[in-house]
């Protein structure tokens, strides 16, 4: 998943398409359904053409880094740059797409209906702004993220909303994605129910009563040190007997912390800085140390209360992670039906190979002269 998503951004950053630049008829061949070069060109100048969903996909690699890259911007290329490796990487999401809308279609046709692709839109909605909110309110990068395309100005800055991201892309575009994400929900619902979680009633109720200790309110505290032999040291001490909040006083580095014994601040599932909590956390119990590094110093996280939460409290972060969960499943039946599909891409693309995502285009060594109007778009990106 982080491999297509690093595709997209690529090619938002670095592609521009040549009008009337002759290409041979077809780019992807998946299954029965023929994707057109003038079509797969097309794709990528939409894409290219919107700064605000280049915001998003930049927000999704900064994300799946950890905070730590935003990746490349879109200055520099002309309309005249035609760069086939990321037309490479946006081919890969395009087969996933049309292997797995086929196969959803054969076997739950209502997965298009219009209730569905409404249902589609809405989750792409808000997809766009999930990303965003999380790549603006991470705070383990010391290169905070920056992305003034999708910030609405004022005495309190606003995210623009996802509707309005779309609103970006022509509307021939939103439709070949939301189709696409209608196919993903509906790999959803073709899940066995051995693996499928109930997202809503009394099943999800039931689901969360044996995991209600993944979702408590959790405090935090820190210890930054610099070195990796400071970071066993000081958890050494910690083990034996030295107190949490007296070894943050003594030894962290952290000045924003160290003098209210390490103290972060307490966190429920409801928050965006969530995520954060469980990347550095987990399950860690009470008083028990996790170590990580982050931004070249190294941390001991201890969460120092956890507080129980009923469903009704945090029913929608219930929800949200149990949606993630079957999207993940889902993601591993969409490779496994892109797996048997038959693919072929053009040449001047490259050749399709299998892998454990399902398969991707393997790039030629030298493009033909003809894939290209600029030679020095081949050349690596940064």
Request: proline share 6%.
């Amino acid at each position: 998943m982080v491999r297509k998503v690093l595709g997209l951004l690529v090619v938002a950053a670095a592609v521009a398409v040549t009008a009337g630049l002759a290409l041979p008829a077809a780019a992807l061949k998946v299954g029965s359904t023929t994707l057109g070069a003038g079509s797969f060109d097309n794709e990528l100048a939409a894409i290219k053409a919107s700064p605000m969903f280049e915001c998003y996909l930049e927000a999704r690699v900064y994300v799946a880094s950890q905070d730590q890259t935003q990746g490349p911007t879109i200055g520099g290329v002309t309309p005249q740059t035609r760069s086939s490796s990321a037309a490479v990487l946006w081919a890969d999401q395009r087969v996933t797409q049309l292997a797995v809308a086929p196969f959803v279609q054969s076997h739950d046709p209502a997965a298009f209906s219009p209730a569905a692709l409404e249902a589609a839109r809405s989750t792409i909605d808000a997809t766009l702004v999930s990303a965003l909110d999380s790549a603006f309110s991470a705070q383990s990068s010391a290169a905070a993220f920056s992305c003034p395309a999708v910030v609405i100005g004022g005495a309190k800055p606003h995210l623009v909303s996802g509707a309005a991201i779309l609103a970006t892309l022509p509307t021939w575009f939103q439709d070949v994605q939301v189709r696409a994400e209608a196919a993903d929900l509906g790999l959803i619902d073709l899940l066995p129910t051995t693996i499928r979680i109930p997202e809503s009633g009394h099943g999800l109720e039931q689901w969360y009563g044996t995991h209600a200790s993944q979702f408590e309110t959790t405090c935090v505290g820190d210890i930054e040190v610099l070195t990796a032999s400071a970071a066993g040291s000081v958890r050494s001490k910690i083990v034996g007997g030295l107190s949490f909040a007296d070894a943050a006083r003594r030894y962290s580095k952290d000045t924003s912390t160290n003098k209210k014994g390490g103290a972060i601040g307490c966190f429920s599932p409801n928050q965006p800085a969530w995520s954060q909590v469980v990347h550095y956390v987990g399950t860690t119990a009470t008083g028990k140390v996790a170590l990580s590094p982050v931004n070249g110093a190294y941390y001991l996280f201890s969460p120092t209360k956890r507080t129980p939460n009923t469903f009704a409290a945090v029913a929608r972060a219930v929800e949200a992670q149990v949606h993630a969960a079957n999207v993940q499943n889902a993601g591993i039946l969409g490779a496994s039906i892109q797996e048997v599909t038959p693919v072929s891409v053009g040449s001047w693309l490259g050749t399709w190979a299998l892998d454990q995502f399902g398969g991707h285009v393997v790039p030629g060594l030298t493009p033909p002269s003809a894939a290209v109007t600029n030679p020095t778009a081949n050349a690596p990106i940064g």
